[in-house]
Nanobody
Framework: QVQLVESGGGLVQPGGSLRLSCAAS????????MAWYRQAPGKQRELVAS???????NYAASVKGRVTISRDNAKNTVYLQMNSLKPEDTAIYSC?????????WGQGTQVTVSS
């Protein structure tokens, strides 16, 4: 079992920045890919970014150049640094991992971009 706990969401003005954190209950980064997803009201959940156990990153086209995913193995934490935020980035952001056949999700953190 793995618990994932997100934090760092909030209200930010357009053009602002936020850093989201996802803390895992145990060290899983060496064996699994970590990912951030988001879901806006009335829209399907979409992948924002992912980082493999080897450190390879992947980004959605809509956030590339504005978002950076990283991890701190010592803290069992994955981060999502988001810059130049836009109103369309407003969503609930959740972290995710898959270990074997099991998929784990955090509870999500709300990001609202509005003036």
């Amino acid at each position: 079992q793995v618990q994932l706990v997100e934090s760092g969401g909030g209200l930010v003005q357009p053009g602002g920045s936020l850093r989201l954190s996802c803390a895992a209950s145990r060290n899983i980064f060496s064996i699994s890919t970590m990912a951030w997803y988001r879901q806006a009201p009335g829209k399907q959940r979409e992948l924002v970014a992912s980082i493999t156990s080897g450190g390879t990153t992947n980004y959605a086209a809509s956030v590339k150049g504005r978002v950076t995913i990283s991890r701190d193995n010592a803290k069992n934490t994955v981060y999502l640094q988001m810059n130049s935020l836009k109103p369309e980035d407003t969503a609930i952001y959740s972290c995710n991992t898959r270990i074997g056949i099991n998929v784990y999700w955090g509870q999500g953190t709300q990001v609202t971009v509005s003036s």
